[in-house]
Each structure stands twice: as C-alpha cells, then as structure tokens.
C-alpha cells in the first residue's frame, strides 16, 4: 500500500496544529485535511485501512505528503476551508449552491449607497441579501427599495453639486443626494439604514421606526412627507402579512441544517432564522458518490464552506454532532469570524428539534426534484457492481470496447465512455485495427486454442508463446469460453485486435496523464478479457480493472474467478452493462459500414499523389471512367486538372504499366 511508504515522513511530522495534503504520482491533490496535532492525526491513516472504500482509495493512491504547520488549530481550518474550494481534491466534499439565484447587493462601501443585483456573494465593504427566490423576486425588492426609502439607482459619482435632482426625484423613488440642499449625507444614510432593515427583514424594527418618523413629520406639520412614510408602512405591513414563514419568538437568531444522502449525492438544506423567522432556505448540493460518507463529514464540510463568506448568528443548530475536539475548534473559528459567541448544538426536542426536521424533509424533497429516478437507478447499479466486483469505489467511468469485421476484412474497434450511468458521446473514440505483422508460425497459432483464459485468467496462448500442440476438442471448448462460436482463426483474430485496441488507447492515455477508467468493459469472454489484460501489464497498468460479459450468456467474466457471474435479468447492474455493451457495438458497427463504403467507393485515382475528391471528381466526369483517364493524353489532362496534376496521372499509370 502506497501509504505505508510514507511511515518515515509521518514520523518526523511536527506536533503541532497545521493542514496535511496528500498527492497521487501525478502531482494532482487528492485531500486536504487540518489536524491539531499533525503527526498524531496522520499516523493514524496507517492503520485506517477498511475503515471505508472512499478511505482505502485514497491509502492507495497517495503517494507524497505535505503538510503546513499554523499557529492555532483555527487558522488550520481556515486555510483547510480555502485549500479545499481552491484546488477541489478528489476526495474532499466540495458543496455548492446549486440554484443560482440572485443577492441583493446594497453597496455600503460607497459614500451614497445604492442596491443592485449580484449574482454571488464577495468578502468586501457591501452588505448582501438573499438569494432570492423566484429570481424575479429580487427585482421586485430592489423596486420596493426605490419606491420606499428613496435609494438611488443611478451609477453617477455623487458630489452634491448638481443643479437640479432627475426625473427620479419628481416621481418620488429617489431622495435626490445628488443635490446637497435636497438631501444630505446624514438624511441618505437614514434612507440606507432603513433599507438595510428592509432587506435583513427586520420589519417589525423598522415599522416602528418609520411610525416615530410619521408622527414627527406630522408634529411639524410635514404632512406630505408623513403620508409617504405612512404609505411606506402600509406596504410593508402588506408584504409582512403575506409571507407564509414559519415563525416562533422562542427561536430568535439561528441557523438550522438539514442533510438527505443519498447513492446519487446529497443535500443540504440551510434554514436561516432571524427574529424568530425563517427568512431564507439556501441549498447545498454535492454529486458523487456519498454512499461512502458519514452524515457528520458532509454537516461538517457544509459549515465550513457555507460560513466561509457568512457570519454565524449566535446558535447553529445541527442534526448530528461532532467529537468535542472538533466542536470547540468550529466554535472557535465561528466565534472569531462574528466577533462574539456561536455556539453549536443538536436539539434532542421542542420547537427547535422540529426545524431541524423541517429542514431535513426540504433536503429529502429537494434530493428528489435534483436526482430524479432514472439518475438514482444509475447509481443503484453502479453501487451493485461496486460490491459484486469487489471495487474499492464506485465504477463511475466505465470505458467499453467492442470490435467489428467480416472474416477479417476491415476490422474496426470502438470505445466508448459512460460517467455515472450516462454516455459521454464527446469522449467516443474508434480505431482502424492495423495489420499484424505474419510470421512462419502465423497459421499454426491460429489452429492453436486461443484461451489460457478456460483455466481462469491470463493472456491467450496464442498471443503468449509459440504455436503448441492442441486437440480440435480444447480449441472448440475454448471458443465456446469466449462467448461466440466463430472459426478459430478468425478467434485469434479478434483476440489479437482487442490487444492492440487496449494497448494503443491506454498509452495515449499514460501519456497524456489520464483520465483512467474505473472499469473497463470488454464486449466478449474469457479469451478478449485475457488479451486486454495482457495489454494492460505491457503498459504496467496491471491495477485497472477489466471485466467481460459474454453475449448469449450475458455473463460477467473476471481475472480472478473461474467460473462467470450471472446477474438476475432485471438487475440495475446487468442493465447497465448492456446498454453500455450495446452502444459499443452500434458504435462500432457503424464505423465498420462507413469503411467498407469507403473501401468499395475506392477509385484508382486515390492512390495518385496530388488527386483529392475535386479532382478525382473533375477527371472522372471528363473522362467517363479511369479507363478514360488512363487513356487521355497530357493536353487533355491538363485542360482539366493543370499541368502538374497531369504529370502526376500520367507517371503513375506508366509506372503501373
């Protein structure tokens, strides 16, 4: 295991807070982790084989550790949050908010703020607000914040020293800054605030401070401004009324998780909590396989990132808890990103356990809408051939190849590609199988038996050694093994050709560095599951697996097991493989159409230098024929294709006289 080739690293690691990463032969990061004490928490990856299959992937990839020492275990997961969202490793939960809604961005950095629409949110000097849901809701408010407060929509540099106030203005949205006798910073910073309470949804708050500031407007006998306060209140209350929220005073300032993991993924459902409302419901989602997960690392992974760019209101409530070392240290990095107290705790009952439930429901509704049935049947069956193989993860990209020719005429491969249960049309790719080099004994290992495989694995002998006496009987049988009952030459044929296709499509891919299947599907038995095998150990790639499923039988054959797996005919798992399989062959089958077209469509005239399809076309329609061409003279010739051309056609016909 390549783990254990780092024990001497991890012995000298340091005692002290820090990040550790981890890294595969080609440089690429498979995890990030913080630790408080980094030699204890990474020794204890030695002995953390068969804890999961995610785990045991990772032991037995990692070949080189680093590790970062920080001065509190706080920082340590910080820079964990930051490695993790900056180099997504593969092994890591990286959740994200899915929806793409809009925020409502007032611009507080600015002398004279004003709102906009923002599509993600940024650590700077604005205040933002949201999502919003429909995205069309977002507008609405942004609206409200004109019509309200008198917030100014447009971009210009604002001095004071305009003047006269824009048309805004006269239609009342905008309390006119621009013009200092109109309003000043004081009064636009009361429009600011009152918008903020707005947008926070704080309306209880600033309903009672716009009513003060209608019944002052009133005592001065301002009575115009108090009707347009007290319009704004109005609208309000209106909107406030109208808001189906799941209120409760008791719940005050909160965040509350839900999570629903599934084959296909998970989700993560946040309830915010303000006031005793529930003023927003962010989703997180992560697609991959979380059936190796614990429900704590994902509830872990989503406060990290979900509070990489949010404060913590005072009490996050969780539906799982954490060990106490882990507690205090998200306690602490919450606690000092807000400037006060947050704690972390698991409701057991009450009025708070039943939004934790009310989350958990959304999540598991959510989970459903996102990972519809055809999706989570996919993952189904990727999760049965995990475990009927014996596959450290899930086969999520599969690679198949099937092969194609008349009695050796035109013989093609085709490969094809299938990720999480759907077909990568982009990554098909087909090949034209070259000639194999003949030798003396040529004909006589094609009368040999093919399989080595019979006995169970290996390459077939006729691709291992010289010809070796066999009866007719261990030859028939050995065709029957390999799923079809093709003459024997034309076996080794196809045993040959799915060598060569193997080998070729994974050196490209060594040297390009990947990306390695997590199964490789080979369309045939015994024979062509050895010959892809051998292919494999010539590259070194010993470690991939390849599994066969034989037609008729529709039998999975493996390296390691003599006799072959038969799946039930309704099993997701064999679904899968044969709608793979089938693509494969209808892949392949119209490439070999398109050759053989080719190859009867062949002109003569291909073979001469300089002649393309134009002029292949052109000589053709003059002269009726390559009789025709092979007849004219230079001075026709070049009339139709120039001078050179015609040189070319006549020095390749007197050199095939």
Same mark, same amino acid.
């Given at each position: 295991?390549?783990?254990?080739?780092?024990?001497?690293?991890?012995?000298?690691?340091?005692? !002290?807070?820090?990040?550790?990463?981890?890294?595969?032969?080609?440089?690429?990061?498979?995890?990030?982790?913080?630790?408080?004490?980094?030699?204890?928490?990474?020794?204890?990856?030695?002995?953390?084989?068969?804890?999961?299959?995610?785990?045991?992937?990772?032991?037995?990839?990692? #070949?080189?550790?680093?590790?970062?020492?920080?001065?509190?275990? *706080?920082?340590?997961?910080?820079?964990?949050?930051?490695?993790?969202? !900056?180099?997504?490793?593969?092994?890591?939960?990286?959740?994200?908010?899915?929806?793409?809604?809009?925020?409502?961005?007032?611009?507080?950095?600015?002398?004279?703020?004003?709102?906009?629409?923002?599509?993600?949110?940024?650590?700077?000097?604005?205040?933002?607000?949201?999502?919003?849901?429909?995205?069309?809701?977002?507008?609405?408010?942004?609206?409200?914040?004109?019509?309200?407060?008198?917030?100014?929509?447009?971009?210009?540099?604002?001095?004071?020293?305009?003047?006269?106030?824009?048309?805004?203005?006269?239609?009342?949205?905008?309390?006119?800054?621009?013009?200092?006798?109109?309003?000043?910073?004081?009064?636009?910073?009361?429009?600011?605030?009152?918008?903020?309470?707005?947008?926070?949804?704080?309306?209880?708050?600033?309903?009672?401070?716009?009513?003060?500031?209608?019944?002052?407007?009133?005592?001065?006998?301002?009575?115009?401004?108090?009707?347009?306060?007290?319009?704004?209140?109005?609208?309000?209350?209106?909107?406030?009324?109208?808001?189906?929220?799941?209120?409760?005073?008791?719940?005050?300032?909160?965040?509350?998780?839900?999570?629903?993991?599934?084959?296909?993924?998970?989700?993560?459902?946040?309830? !915010?909590?303000?006031?005793?409302?529930?003023?927003?419901?962010?989703?997180?989602?992560?697609?991959?396989?979380?059936?190796?997960?614990?429900?704590?690392?994902?509830?872990?992974?989503?406060? #990290?990132?979900?509070?990489?760019?949010? *404060?913590?209101?005072?009490?996050?409530?969780?539906?799982?808890?954490?060990?106490?070392?882990?507690?205090?240290?998200?306690?602490?990095?919450?606690?000092?990103?807000?400037?006060?107290?947050?704690?972390?705790? *698991?409701?057991?009952?009450?009025?708070?356990?039943?939004?934790?439930?009310?989350?958990?429901?959304?999540?598991?509704?959510?989970? #459903?809408?996102?990972?519809?049935?055809?999706?989570?049947?996919?993952?189904?069956?990727?999760?049965?051939?995990?475990?009927?193989?014996?596959?450290?993860?899930?086969?999520?990209?599969?690679?198949?190849?099937?092969?194609?020719?008349?009695?050796?005429?035109?013989?093609?491969?085709?490969?094809?590609?299938?990720?999480?249960?759907?077909?990568?049309?982009?990554?098909?790719?087909?090949?034209?199988?070259?000639?194999?080099?003949?030798?003396?004994?040529?004909?006589?290992?094609?009368?040999?038996?093919?399989?080595?495989?019979?006995?169970?694995?290996?390459?077939?002998?006729?691709?291992?050694?010289?010809?070796?006496?066999?009866?007719?009987?261990?030859?028939?049988?050995?065709?029957?093994?390999?799923?079809?009952?093709?003459?024997?030459?034309?076996?080794?044929?196809?045993?040959?050709?799915?060598?060569?296709?193997?080998?070729?499509?994974?050196?490209?891919?060594?040297?390009?560095?990947?990306?390695?299947?997590?199964?490789?599907?080979?369309?045939?038995?015994?024979? #062509?599951?050895?010959?892809?095998?051998?292919?494999?150990?010539?590259?070194?790639?010993?470690?991939?697996?390849?599994?066969?499923?034989?037609?008729?039988?529709?039998?999975?054959?493996?390296?390691?097991?003599?006799?072959?797996?038969?799946?039930?005919?309704?099993?997701?798992? &064999?679904?899968?493989? !044969?709608?793979?399989?089938?693509?494969?062959?209808?892949?392949?089958?119209?490439?070999?159409?398109?050759?053989?077209?080719?190859?009867?469509?062949?002109?003569?005239?291909?073979?001469?230098?300089?002649?393309?399809?134009?002029?292949?076309?052109?000589? &053709?329609?003059?002269?009726?024929?390559?009789?025709?061409?092979?007849?004219?003279?230079?001075?026709?010739?070049?009339?139709?294709?120039?001078?050179?051309?015609?040189?070319?056609?006549?020095?390749?016909?007197?050199?095939?006289?």
């Amino acid at each position: 295991m390549p783990i254990q080739d780092l024990k001497g690293q991890i012995s000298r690691l340091p005692e !002290q807070p820090g990040v550790y990463l981890y890294f595969n032969g080609a440089g690429e990061t498979l995890y990030v982790g913080k630790a408080k004490v980094l030699r204890d928490r990474v020794r204890s990856y030695l002995g953390a084989h068969g804890i999961s299959p995610r785990i045991d992937a990772l032991l037995n990839e990692a #070949q080189r550790l680093e590790t970062i020492v920080t001065d509190s275990v *706080v920082e340590a997961l910080a820079l964990e949050n930051h490695l993790i969202k !900056q180099r997504v490793p593969k092994y890591n939960i990286l959740l994200r908010d899915d929806k793409n809604y809009p925020y409502l961005q007032l611009t507080t950095g600015e002398a004279f703020p004003r709102v906009l629409v923002a599509r993600r949110v940024e650590k700077d000097q604005h205040f933002y607000a949201g999502p919003f849901l429909p995205a069309s809701l977002a507008r609405r408010t942004m609206s409200l914040s004109h019509k309200l407060f008198g917030i100014r929509s447009c971009s210009e540099a604002i001095t004071g020293d305009r003047a006269r106030p824009c048309l805004e203005y006269d239609i009342k949205r905008c309390v006119a800054p621009c013009v200092r006798e109109i309003c000043g910073p004081a009064e636009y910073g009361v429009a600011v605030e009152h918008t903020r309470l707005f947008l926070e949804g704080r309306n209880d708050e600033l309903v009672a401070t716009l009513k003060n500031r209608m019944v002052q407007a009133a005592m001065d006998e301002e009575y115009e401004r108090a009707a347009q306060v007290r319009d704004a209140i109005r609208t309000i209350e209106t909107l406030k009324n109208r808001q189906q929220k799941m209120a409760t005073a008791e719940l005050g300032d909160r965040d509350a998780f839900g999570v629903k993991l599934g084959p296909a993924g998970a989700v993560v459902q946040v309830f !915010q909590v303000r006031g005793g409302k529930v003023v927003e419901r962010v989703e997180l989602v992560t697609e991959g396989a979380s059936t190796a997960l614990e429900e704590s690392e994902v509830v872990q992974a989503a406060l #990290q990132q979900f509070y990489a760019d949010r *404060v913590a209101p005072p009490d996050v409530h969780l539906p799982v808890g954490f060990s106490d070392a882990d507690t205090e240290m998200i306690e602490g990095w919450l606690s000092g990103t807000a400037n006060r107290r947050v704690r972390i705790c *698991v409701p057991k009952r009450g009025e708070k356990r039943g939004l934790l439930d009310l989350a958990a429901r959304n999540a598991a509704v959510a989970y #459903q809408a996102r990972f519809n049935e055809n999706v989570t049947a996919n993952y189904d069956a990727l999760e049965t051939l995990r475990a009927v193989l014996g596959l450290s993860s899930l086969p999520r990209r599969i690679e198949c190849f099937d092969i194609s020719t008349i009695q050796g005429s035109e013989t093609v491969a085709s490969m094809v590609v299938c990720e999480d249960g759907r077909m990568k049309r982009s990554e098909y790719r087909k090949y034209t199988i070259r000639p194999m080099a003949k030798t003396a004994g040529t004909r006589e290992r094609a009368d040999s038996p093919a399989p080595a495989a019979a006995s169970g694995g290996g390459a077939p002998r006729a691709l291992m050694a010289p010809a070796a006496a066999a009866s007719r009987e261990s030859a028939s049988s050995a065709a029957a093994a390999s799923g079809g009952g093709a003459p024997r030459a034309l076996i080794f044929d196809d045993f040959a050709s799915m060598h060569q296709v193997v080998q070729r499509r994974y050196r490209k891919l060594l040297e390009h560095g990947g990306p390695f299947p997590d199964l490789i599907l080979i369309d045939g038995g015994k024979g #062509q599951l050895a010959s892809a095998y051998q292919a494999l150990e010539e590259l070194g790639l010993s470690n991939l697996v390849a599994v066969g499923i034989a037609k008729k039988e529709e039998t999975l054959f493996t390296r390691d097991l003599i006799d072959g797996i038969a799946l039930p005919t309704d099993s997701p798992a &064999l679904l899968l493989i !044969q709608r793979i399989r089938d693509e494969a062959h209808r892949f392949a089958i119209t490439f070999h159409r398109q050759s053989r077209a080719r190859r009867d469509l062949r002109s003569e005239i291909d073979d001469i230098g300089g002649v393309g399809p134009r002029r292949r076309k052109a000589l &053709l329609t003059a002269f009726g024929s390559v009789a025709g061409v092979r007849r004219a003279t230079r001075e026709d010739l070049a009339r139709v294709v120039g001078t050179k051309c015609a040189d070319a056609v006549l020095a390749h016909f007197a050199a095939g006289a």
